[in-house]
């Protein structure tokens, strides 16, 4: 079993910046591409960025120049730095990670979701 927990989620006015984490705990052997998807109201899940286990990334063309993903290996979690944020970057924030649980198995793992909210 594994969980990943997100924090850093809020309200923020236009042009701002926020930082969100997330931390994978329980059952890993190793994990692979870690990333982190939006969903805003009445739309599908997208992905916003992707980081792999080598540190390469790529991002949605609606962040390039303005996100920022990295991650901490040793102690599992992801980051995401949002900066000159914008009213349609508002969505429903989640982490996830393919993560190996065993060197025969793996799991594809979600998070719980955070909130994030561009408005003045």
């Known amino acids: 079993q594994v969980q990943l927990v997100e924090s850093g989620g809020g309200l923020v006015q236009p042009g701002g910046s926020l930082r969100l984490s997330c931390a994978a705990s329980?059952?890993?052997?190793?994990?692979?591409?870690m990333g982190w998807y939006r969903q805003a109201p009445g739309k599908q899940r997208e992905s916003v960025a992707r980081i792999t286990s080598g540190g390469s990334t790529n991002y949605a063309d609606s962040v390039k120049g303005r996100f920022t993903i990295s991650r901490d290996n040793a102690k599992n979690t992801v980051y995401l730095q949002m900066n000159s944020l914008k009213p349609e970057d508002t969505a429903v924030y989640y982490c996830n990670a393919v993560v190996r649980t065993s060197v025969y198995s793996t799991d594809n793992s979600w998070g719980q979701g955070t909130q994030v909210t561009v408005s003045s």
């Open positions: 329980g059952s890993i052997f190793s994990i692979n591409a």
